[in-house]
């Protein structure tokens, strides 16, 4: 008595789609927002610091970023230009101490007398994944970093 052996079974063809199934929820990051928003955010204040420092390099006029909890605002002299609201799940960390970040005319930070590198992080509350923006005082280049 000879068997035909052609095909598989239903048994078969329901372990081999279960375990392709397993195999992918595990091999697939999952991409979280929070993760997003956090990208977002230390993209748009690196932006906005990009753009004070150029305006006040071609213009020469009093732009100022303002760092506040939750927030910060693009401030040409005393007048508002823009006003950006974190997520809610970042955290602003900074070194300055009135919160200002201004340059001028030069591309050079506008400090007295700090030579110190200007260190801004974004916290992620949820699992504490950062990005650094920095400004290097003697050049004024703005980097921006990510979790070390």
Request: charged share 30%.
């Amino acid at each position: 008595m000879r068997f035909n052996n052609k095909g598989l079974t239903l048994i078969e063809l329901l372990l081999v789609i279960a375990l392709i199934g397993i195999i992918s929820i595990i091999a697939i990051p999952q991409i979280k927002s929070y993760d997003y928003d956090l990208d977002s955010d230390s993209k748009k204040l690196y932006m906005d610091i990009c753009y004070i420092r150029t305006m006040a390099m071609t213009e020469g006029e009093d732009y100022k970023i303002k760092l506040s909890d939750g927030f910060y605002e693009v401030l040409n002299g005393n007048k508002l230009i823009r006003k950006e609201l974190f997520s809610k799940i970042c955290d602003i960390e900074s070194d300055i101490g009135n919160k200002t970040i201004k340059f001028r005319h030069t591309g050079l930070l506008d400090t007295k007398l700090n030579t110190k590198n200007i260190v801004i992080k974004l916290v992620n509350k949820k699992n504490n994944k950062y990005k650094k923006i920095v400004i290097v005082s003697y050049t004024g280049k703005i980097l921006l970093e990510n979790e070390v």
